[in-house]
């Protein structure tokens, strides 16, 4: 019978590669686990994955601890995130206006205002109504005229515009303000600025006298009102602003705590007429006096009123402007 020899150093070996591995393999264990602790650990330290549990600490303070914090993680709110209107959204124009650009402030030294806004000229408004006008317009007209200083109504009388703008001129009025109506609504509004004009023709809408208003304060008194124009910002916009500028004086009356807002939102401009009222050294409230009323450009014309031949600076054309609902003109 043959007899083999089996070498036992080869098992000792094997065995001993077997426990190498064994060790390298819980080593390795060992320095992934220490590692996933301290990952663990600094990431509780900025913020609670979500798969962590309180349960699995041990130790009782250190759980309680990280149960708190827990709990106070969740009761702070999250973070409020700024919603998407169409202001906010709405498509760069090309033609905003820079205040600090040269070339505005050159044509802004030599428009049609820059004698009023130079001191050279006061302003002295006219204002008249469409042929036979109803009441409802009459004293439309008459409130605007408690707003505007230095403004005078006067009753149309079948003239043409063409004949009363020289006249105006010869009277030293700067400016002739029309107010249409329809169905006895006052619906129109033709600004025209005087001598060299630019006319502007707006669409009046959601007109409330002082009689239809809640709360209303006392009637204005003859004290300059300060002005605000809000958000007229491509060059139309500047235009428009500056035409409403210069209806009112540039000194205002600060004992009157008066104040006429222009406030553009999505080319809609809203009318506004307040007066301060300091209840004390800290704290102020506003209390309106009306009119108050909603303007829509319509077209904007160079030099004085001319529907035939007049040059035309911008006009409404609504179904190719309002294409986009994103883009203002103001």
Known sequence: MDITEVSTSQDGKGKKGKKAKKKSAEVDGEGSAGEEKKMVKSELAV???????????????RRHFMFMKLKQ?????????VPKT????????????????????????????SAYFNGLTNPKVLITTSDRPRGRTVRFCEQLATVIPNAHVYYRRGLALKRIIPQCVARNFTYLMVINEDRQVPNGMVLCHLPDGPTAHFKVSSVRLRKEMKRRGKNP?????????????TRL???IGRLFAALFPQEPHFVGRQVATFH??????????????????KKVGIQELGP?????LRSLQKGTF???YGEYEWVMKRHEMEACRRKFQL
């Open 47 to 61: 913020a609670f994955p979500p798969a962590f549990s309180v349960s699995e600490i041990k130790n009782k303070q």
């Open 73 to 81: 993680e969740k009761r702070k709110a999250p973070p409020k995130e």
């Open 237 to 239: 916009g500047h235009t």
């Open 292 to 296: 108050r009323f909603t303007l829509k």
């Open 221 to 233: 008194t003859e004290h300059y009102p300060e002005v605000i124009l809000n958000n007229f910002t």
């Open 264 to 281: 553009n939102q999505r080319d809609f401009i809203f009318f506004r007429f307040h007066r301060y009222i300091f209840k004390n050294e």
């Open 306 to 308: 001319d529907s035939k």
């Open 86 to 113: 169409i202001e906010n959204q709405r498509v760069y124009d090309e033609t905003t206006v820079d205040p600090e650009d040269e070339e505005i402030a050159f044509d802004e030294g030599t428009d049609e205002f």
